[in-house]
């Protein structure tokens, strides 16, 4: 039987723990603190015993008993901006790097960050049809407005950037 498995995505880790079917919940014991998780059944030794590599919130934290033979385990972290290399300090670690991004929603991100990709994305649909991007329609309307402010002003001869 596999000692235990782990998955994540940026907002929680989940751990199973198979554990001999017939388990009971009430022999189930599951320990989660900020930054420590033990997982085992009661009068044995644990499964699951360490520091975890991160920290998590404990009471957004959640675990199951599955058909009497898996403990799912369900952690929040505190940090949603970074993958964990490994559940455990110490433990077998994985490459972060491989790891999928999760696609996410623009109702998902706070105002300032949605405005910022909002507008990429404007910028980039408009160089796709070869208009001119965001910044070239303010460059414009400065402009216009500075020659409609200064009508005397003649810009024929000058060389534009």
């Known amino acids: ?82 993958w964990w290399k490994s559940l455990l300090k110490g433990g077998p670690e994985i490459d972060t790097q491989k790891a999928e991004p999760e696609k996410s929603k623009l109702s998902d991100l706070d105002m300032e960050t949605r405005s910022t990709v909002e507008k990429m994305m404007f910028d980039q649909r408009q160089k796709k049809l070869g208009l001119p991007t965001s910044q070239e329609i303010e460059n414009q309307n400065m402009l216009k407005q500075f020659m409609a402010q200064n009508p005397k002003f003649d810009i024929t001869n000058a060389k534009m950037f």
Do not use: A
Request: aromatic share 6%; charged share 25%.
């Open 1 to 82: 039987m596999e000692n235990h498995s782990w998955g994540q995505n940026l907002q929680e880790v989940t751990v199973t723990v198979p554990v001999p079917l017939g388990t009971k919940s009430r022999d189930v014991v599951c320990d989660v603190k900020k930054d420590y998780l033990k997982v085992g059944l009661k009068g044995q030794t644990p499964i699951v015993d360490g520091q975890l590599f991160e920290t998590v919130k404990p009471n957004d934290s959640y675990w199951s008993l599955e058909d009497q033979k898996v403990i799912s385990l369900l952690m929040t972290k505190c940090d949603k901006t970074s």
